[in-house]
């Protein structure tokens, strides 16, 4: 099938909103930091928002490049509701697997997801949300081990894998052995009776622990084991988020055969693909770098080609609230897709036969090898 077309399995992204949204609202969710644009300027001067200008408008019935005004203003008019369906309808999904750790509340979940997108949606948990949501029940030092194990195999009950946000937490360059249950006992004391309010997991023996934890139950029910590398907001130190600094944890996990995912990558993508081309439990993707980077993604995607396995690269919009990113996301991966592979025929790199499995392997055959997803 060739990639223009390839239905896809988008396996990391995060529900939508369900409500209008003024321009603010609109500009803080199509870029990572957390400020508006400096006076005089706009979030929409920007890769992503020359994208959703160019390549959303006509979804709602907009001529290409309508101004930010225009465009807004027919989103409005048509309704939240509306504006989800057609984004996330017009996005050729096979399914979508969605993480809920992060402001879920705010956001639709997996089942009105799936409802919209009129294909199947299915959870990803993040670990450390469910260790917040521990301490915030309130448990002992002693019992917290034991107290976070329940909890997350009650999280992750239906869920098709697991996700790790340590990128955000301090980052990759940390012990990757498991600590003792001394360690993790006197790290939880410490933690557990910090009065700040809504507890942040940031103590890197917990998150090791939660880490391994996480993966022995991603061994038993046979999921993956997601990881933010690279790209994202300012919580995290960028170099520090290199995926090649957990060089010594991928070996480990191989050793307890779980699969490891990273996610987004950029810059780190030719890292990425070097840990897949050598590691047959890694994975990656390019994820949301194809939304942010707009024009420029088909060579990001190009580069992340260059190395690793065909049977290695799973494709990810890692769209989070705006149900343009999840359109925007597989029309950008379609395009830079088919653009590397149809060149790569015109050299006779490669026939048009392998061009359709090379497309039909990064849209959906991986992701449906590595992730529990039933037959499809």
């Known amino acids: 099938m060739h990639a223009s077309v390839v239905p896809l399995v988008d396996h990391h992204c995060h529900g939508v909103v369900p409500h209008n949204l003024d321009r603010p609202s609109y500009e803080g969710l199509i870029n990572e930091g957390f400020d508006p644009a400096p006076a005089g300027t706009s979030h929409f001067d920007s890769p992503v928002g020359l994208a959703i200008r160019r390549w959303c408008a006509p979804v709602l019935e907009l001529p290409p490049l309508p101004s930010p005004e225009e465009y807004l203003a027919r989103r409005a008019e048509l309704g939240a509701d509306e504006v989800n369906r057609r984004f996330l309808r017009s996005a050729g999904l096979e399914a979508l697997l969605v993480e809920t ?8 979940d997996p089942a009105a997801i799936a409802s919209l997108a009129a294909v199947p949606a299915h959870q990803v948990v993040r670990l450390e949300a469910v260790a917040e949501a521990v301490a915030r029940q309130g448990v ?10 329940r909890a997350l195999e009650e999280a992750a009950a239906e869920a098709v894998g697991l996700k790790t946000v340590v990128a955000y937490r301090g980052g990759f360059d940390f012990d990757p052995a498991p600590p003792s249950t001394g360690e993790v006992a006197a790290a939880a004391g410490r933690w557990l009776t910090q009065d700040s309010g809504a507890p942040r997991l940031e103590d890197p023996v917990l998150l090791r622990h939660g880490i391994w934890t996480g993966a022995e139950l991603a061994r038993d029910r046979g999921l993956p084991l997601q990881f933010h ?6 919580d995290l130190t960028l170099h520090l988020a290199n995926p090649s600094l957990l060089t ?7 050793e307890l055969g779980v699969d490891v995912v990273f996610l987004h990558c950029y810059p780190f993508h030719r890292e990425a693909a070097y840990l897949a081309a050598v590691f047959p439990h890694a994975y990656f993707d390019v994820g949301q770098a194809l939304n942010y980077t707009g024009a420029g993604a088909g060579g990001v995607l190009a580069e992340a080609m260059e190395l690793a396995p065909f049977t290695k690269q799973l494709y990810s919009s890692d769209a989070f609230a705006l149900a343009e990113l999840h359109f925007l996301g597989a029309w950008l991966f379609r395009r830079g897709l088919a653009a590397v592979l149809d060149d790569w025929v015109r050299r006779d790199e490669c026939s048009a036969a392998d061009a359709d499995r090379v497309a ?9 090898r590595i992730y529990p997803l039933g037959d499809g």
């Open 229 to 234: 590398a690279g790209y994202g907001d300012p």
């Open 360 to 368: 039909e392997l990064l849209g959906r055959a991986n992701a449906r």
């Open 140 to 149: 002992d030092a002693a019992a917290y081990p034991d107290a976070f194990a």
């Open 101 to 108: 750790g992060y402001k879920a509340s705010d956001l639709l």
């Open 248 to 254: 010594g944890l991928v070996r480990a996990l191989g």
